[in-house]
């Protein structure tokens, strides 16, 4: 079907006031002092996000509201409110003090959307601990890699999970001094090494504890993949605060009143910045669903829920759109004001679609790990061109980069000015949430700039309305599910295999999860390609790596294409696999 490039927006589509009214003005009045100044602060001026988020609307009016409503399949809704958010999450803040772990203590969540983990989130977060969350599905392997690279000194997780994923694996975590388990079933463990959570809680006092954290101290810790080498810690810090409210107000405009779900899981950066932090800035009440994505129930709760605002994710859209318009049209949405999406790219269709199934469209927006909040967004007012970002919001400058040499440390650039032209998606460095470092890799840090400019490793373009549109990553990273896999961590689980000598792994382009997980495998000398032993090697790579970053396919090759040095080329499996161009192959090894 033909349609028109863009989305004009008028005061019709409008439900309540936006808060980015005038794009320009504001942009222009913006200052992140005056951003910050929104926010109450610690006495004595430190910041702490979960003060913000639950703490000082406890102490006022929005006490009783409800914070959190989880929904489950077979269990009534539970909810919590913002004054029993705050006692719960003191509560665990005292578990905590009382274990000896303080400020700047690692500490690791692994669990599904739980209550548990949201006050062990908030808990850690007063009590000054660094946060990592982990995904509930990923396998031993990368839990324990987490564990170890961010020597995490307390995990957080529920019985099951810990004598499925952890147990064995507990040797590779020599720092982990503390396990505390939520019981699946409401009693209480008793597993050997490991504390009953619900046991400690019962004990602990409800005292609120004394908050000593800076806007400069690190409050979470989010792991995510490059193209080589072990997973990435980026370390952010309580300052980001700022950044998550102003967010919560311009690219998902919040409003008090607002009833707010974001689909995305905790484990993951979107899920801890928007799925906890930025709705109880803005004291909204968010729907947490304990279920896994079911279209039909999806649009159930948009509607009985009276969900206004709705965060969610490109692989959601696309299997929601499979699932026909008519599922939607069997709902009404009449609460329903402001529909979101991150995480990879949103075709036009699944923009258009929104507006044909839930009567408004999607606005994409973009960030990243690094970033730490939302950088470039579609917001209400905004009129939409379905495929692009849409614009950087205030307090965010972004530009166009071209690399002046290929390789260069550090990284020298050139703003690109005109319009249209494609290059390295960039940011002048400055906004509250930008990350502080890798962990434990000054270097790889300091190749992520050049002078002031955040280099995103994303190739984009600006069109000369001010637009931005995704081209592609710059590295070989897979989005699946929109979710960041790192080729390496999947090729070392293969190679740990018997049969394997050498592994390649690529995203494939898939209808659906954006792309798919697919690897090519060499075998040692004494094995044999066969359908058993591919079975073999998909179920090997899913114990290890768990569904989320296991391969999907896994084809067999005599040897995978090298460069001379010794790299495997993965540009160059992906552009046979897709029947595309090989590009340059000069440094390819002879032979392959
Ligand atoms: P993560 O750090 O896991 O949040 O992944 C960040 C990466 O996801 C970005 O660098 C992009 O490559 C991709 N991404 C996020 N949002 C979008 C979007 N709206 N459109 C296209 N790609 C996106």
């Given at each position: ?242 950044t998550h409210h102003a967010t919560g107000r311009y690219a998902l405009d919040l409003h008090p009143e607002d009833r707010y779900w974001c689909t995305a899981d905790p484990g993951w950066v979107t899920g801890m910045s928007y799925g906890i ?9 968010s729907l947490v669903d304990r279920e896994e994505f079911d279209a039909e129930r999806w649009y159930g709760l948009l509607e009985q829920e009276r969900i206004s605002v709705w965060y969610t994710a490109p692989t959601a859209i696309r299997m ?40 408004l469209p999607i606005h994409d927006n973009w960030w990243q790990t690094e970033t730490g909040g939302i950088m470039i967004a579609n917001t209400p007012a905004f009129d939409i061109k379905p495929g692009s970002m849409g614009r950087p919001l ?199």
């Open positions: 079907m033909d349609r028109p490039g863009i989305i004009r927006k008028t005061a019709a589509d409008l439900r309540l006031p936006p808060n980015l009214a005038d794009y320009e003005a504001q942009c222009r009045a913006f200052s992140w002092d005056r951003a910050r100044a929104a926010l109450q602060g610690l006495p004595g001026g430190g910041l702490n996000i979960a003060f913000e988020a639950v703490d000082r609307h406890a102490a006022g009016p929005l006490a009783g509201r409800t914070a959190l409503r989880f929904v489950a399949r077979d269990a009534p809704a539970l909810e919590l409110s913002y004054g029993e958010l705050a006692r719960q999450s003191h509560r665990f803040a005292q578990v905590l003090r009382g274990l000896g772990v303080g400020k700047g203590a690692r500490l690791f969540v692994l669990a599904g959307r739980i209550p548990e983990l949201y006050v062990a989130v908030l808990g850690a977060l007063k009590q000054g601990a660094v946060v990592t969350p982990l995904f509930s599905a990923f396998g031993p392997e990368p839990i324990a890699t987490r564990i170890r690279l961010g020597a995490g000194e307390v995990l957080v997780t529920t019985d099951a999970l810990y004598t499925r994923k952890v147990r064995a694996m507990r040797a590779q975590m020599p720092t982990l001094r503390h396990v505390l388990l939520v019981a699946e079933d409401g009693g209480s463990t008793n597993e050997p090494d490991t504390l009953d959570l619900a046991a400690l809680m019962a004990v602990a006092p409800d005292d609120a504890v004394a908050i000593s954290t800076t806007a400069d101290d690190a409050a979470l810790l989010h792991f995510t993949s490059g193209t080589t080498g072990a997973p990435k810690g980026a370390l952010h810090v309580h300052g980001a605060v700022v932090i930025a709705p109880l800035l803005h004291g909204v009440s929601l759109m499979k699932a026909g318009v008519e599922a939607a049209r069997r709902h009404s949405y009449p609460a329903l004001r402001f529909v979101a999406s991150v995480g990879e790219p949103l075709n036009p269709e699944a923009v258009w679609w929104g507006k044909e199934a839930l009567g205030p307090g965010i400058e972004a530009c166009i980069v071209e690399h002046l040499e290929a390789v260069g440390e550090p990284p020298r650039v050139r703003i690109v000015e005109q319009p249209d032209v494609e290059g390295e998606l960039a940011l002048h460095a400055g906004w509250p949430s930008m990350f502080r470092g890798y962990l434990d890799n000054e270097a790889r840090y300091r190749k992520c700039f050049a002078g002031d400019l955040y280099l995103t490793g994303d190739l984009a373009r600006r069109d000369a309305d001010g637009y931005y549109w995704f081209v592609g990553r710059a590295d070989d990273v897979i989005k699946s599910a929109g979710h960041l896999i790192g080729p390496f961590e999947v090729e070392s689980a293969l190679m740990e295999h018997a049969a394997v000598a050498e592994a390649g792994v690529i995203g494939k382009p898939d209808p659906v999860l954006g792309e798919m997980v697919k690897a090519f495998v060499s075998l040692k000398a004494g094995h044999t390609a066969s359908e058993a032993l591919r079975l073999d090697l998909l179920a090997h790579a899913r114990k290890r790596l768990g569904a989320a970053v296991a391969p999907k396919e896994i084809a067999f090759l005599a040897t995978l294409p090298r460069t001379r040095s010794g790299k495997i080329m993965r540009r160059l499996l992906k552009a046979r696999e897709l029947g595309l161009p090989e590009g340059d192959t000069s440094t390819l090894e002879a032979g392959a």
